[in-house]
């Protein structure tokens, strides 16, 4: 009876009127001893509410039922897929609507839809990946702050492919709890970029100048990060970068002069699948012959063995026998190099020379700035 007086009534009724008695049904429907009847007329009248042409009614009844595991199915699929600020209320909080459902409402490409699913709790990793892999930016700036979430490595790198290039977004990712090593390096390097992007629209350097300053920021910035890291941490960061084909010469060169030795034992472990053990005593004994043999079995460039092997007898004399401030072993390993290297004359080509000297100008400019720092803090 109550739900016959609702239907003769609800024809000459107003949108406000109607959008007030759809949510007093709706709460009816869900939290009270209905006879079975009355239950069955409440769910027709219900569904039939959702051709209303007022999206205010819809709303009401979205905004009842949206979170209730009670919900009349089909009721929630409709309103799952009605106007964005109706669908929302359901996407976020329906327990009714599977992943796979939600999966084909992400790609529909819908930026408040999208954003709504992001906030659900609690949310699977399946669609958090199809929301890192296809949704706005809006959402998956959603998706990292919702608490309930905690996402996996592969998608956050996702999302540092695809939006590392915003700053605001870099900053929010940047301060994801435990970001996995390899997309901060990703984010540098998206960071790089984009400030070369952006000094050549300016025109002031060449294109040449800029590419090169931003591969040699995003080195050492690579070389940089691996000084935080374990040793099971670095073992794994030395594989992402040569995945992402960024574990070049330099970067190892650039590693013995800044003096991350660990670092290059990893990645000389990588590449010539030697283990680790072993390259630490190929290293540490100086045998050249044991050296050059594990750096054979890697795909560094042949002519640049004699400035590795020089580079590390020069950081292994370094470490031994030197008794300054540990801060200070990049410079005089960097020294050393470079005096040692000149004495081979023509051997090493002209750009292994320009690499040398930016390397020694950039670690004597830092030991030159940790000196002056020291200094002023004891005056």
Same mark, same amino acid.
């Given at each position: 009876?109550?739900?016959?007086?609702y +239907?003769?009534w609800?024809?000459?009724a107003?949108?406000?009127?109607?959008?007030? !008695?759809?949510?007093?049904?709706?709460?009816a429907?869900l939290?009270s001893?209905?006879?079975e009847?009355?239950?069955?007329?409440a769910?027709?009248a219900?569904?039939?509410?959702l051709?209303? $042409?007022a999206?205010?009614?819809?709303? =009401?009844? @979205?905004?009842?039922?949206?979170g !209730?595991e009670?919900?009349?199915?089909?009721?929630i699929n409709?309103?799952?897929?009605?106007?964005p600020?109706?669908?929302m209320?359901? #996407?976020?909080?329906?327990?009714?609507?599977?992943?796979?459902?939600l999966?084909e409402?992400?790609?529909?490409g819908d930026?408040?839809?999208?954003?709504?699913?992001?906030?659900?709790?609690?949310?699977s $990793?399946a669609l !958090?990946?199809a929301?890192a892999d296809t =949704?706005?930016e809006?959402?998956c700036r959603a998706?990292?702050?919702?608490?309930e979430?905690?996402?996996r490595?592969?998608?956050l790198?996702?999302?540092a492919?695809?939006?590392?290039?915003?700053g605001?977004f870099?900053r929010e990712?940047?301060?994801?709890?435990?970001l996995?090593?390899?997309?901060?390096?990703?984010?540098?390097?998206k960071l790089?970029t984009?400030?070369?992007? #952006?000094v050549?629209?300016?025109?002031?350097i060449?294109?040449?100048?800029i590419k090169?300053?931003a %591969?040699? @920021?995003?080195?050492k910035a690579?070389?940089?990060?691996a000084?935080?890291?374990?040793e099971?941490?670095?073992?794994?960061?030395?594989?992402?970068?040569r995945?992402?084909?960024?574990?070049?010469?330099?970067? +190892?060169?650039?590693?013995?002069c800044?003096?991350?030795?660990?670092?290059?034992k990893?990645?000389l472990?990588?590449?010539?699948?030697?283990p680790e053990?072993r390259?630490?005593?190929?290293?540490?004994?100086?045998?050249?012959s !044991?050296?050059?043999?594990?750096y054979d079995?890697?795909e +560094?460039p042949?002519?640049?063995?004699?400035?590795?092997?020089?580079a590390?007898?020069c950081w292994?004399?370094a470490y031994?026998n030197?008794t300054?401030?540990?801060g200070?072993?990049p410079?005089?390993?960097?020294d050393?190099?470079?005096?040692?290297?000149h004495?081979?004359?023509d051997?090493?080509?002209s750009?292994? %020379?320009l690499?040398?000297?930016? #390397?020694? %100008?950039?670690?004597?400019?830092?030991a030159a700035?940790?000196?002056v720092?020291?200094?002023r803090?004891? =005056?």
């Amino acid at each position: 009876m109550i739900v016959q007086n609702y +239907l003769n009534w609800v024809e000459d009724a107003g949108v406000a009127e109607r959008a007030l !008695a759809t949510n007093a049904l709706a709460r009816a429907y869900l939290h009270s001893e209905l006879p079975e009847t009355d239950r069955n007329h409440a769910e027709a009248a219900m569904t039939v509410l959702l051709d209303d $042409p007022a999206p205010s009614v819809r709303y =009401a009844l @979205a905004e009842v039922l949206g979170g !209730a595991e009670k919900a009349p199915r089909h009721i929630i699929n409709a309103l799952a897929r009605d106007l964005p600020d109706i669908a929302m209320m359901v #996407l976020c909080r329906s327990p009714l609507i599977a992943d796979h459902e939600l999966i084909e409402l992400i790609s529909s490409g819908d930026r408040v839809v999208q954003t709504a699913i992001a906030c659900r709790q609690p949310l699977s $990793p399946a669609l !958090a990946s199809a929301l890192a892999d296809t =949704a706005h930016e809006d959402a998956c700036r959603a998706l990292m702050r919702n608490e309930e979430v905690s996402l996996r490595g592969h998608t956050l790198m996702v999302l540092a492919r695809r939006f590392g290039d915003s700053g605001t977004f870099r900053r929010e990712l940047l301060d994801y709890p435990f970001l996995p090593v390899e997309v901060r390096q990703q984010l540098v390097q998206k960071l790089a970029t984009g400030l070369a992007d #952006l000094v050549s629209k300016t025109g002031w350097i060449s294109e040449f100048r800029i590419k090169r300053a931003a %591969t040699e @920021a995003c080195d050492k910035a690579s070389v940089d990060i691996a000084r935080q890291l374990n040793e099971d941490q670095v073992s794994r960061y030395v594989e992402h970068l040569r995945e992402s084909g960024q574990l070049t010469a330099a970067i +190892l060169l650039r590693s013995i002069c800044q003096g991350e030795i660990d670092f290059f034992k990893s990645a000389l472990s990588n590449l010539s699948s030697l283990p680790e053990r072993r390259v630490q005593f190929i290293l540490v004994s100086g045998r050249r012959s !044991a050296f050059r043999a594990a750096y054979d079995r890697t795909e +560094l460039p042949k002519d640049a063995f004699a400035l590795f092997e020089i580079a590390v007898d020069c950081w292994r004399e370094a470490y031994f026998n030197s008794t300054c401030d540990e801060g200070f072993l990049p410079k005089i390993v960097m020294d050393r190099i470079v005096t040692r290297y000149h004495k081979l004359g023509d051997e090493m080509s002209s750009p292994v %020379t320009l690499m040398l000297n930016r #390397l020694l %100008t950039e670690i004597n400019r830092e030991a030159a700035r940790q000196r002056v720092k020291e200094i002023r803090a004891v =005056a």
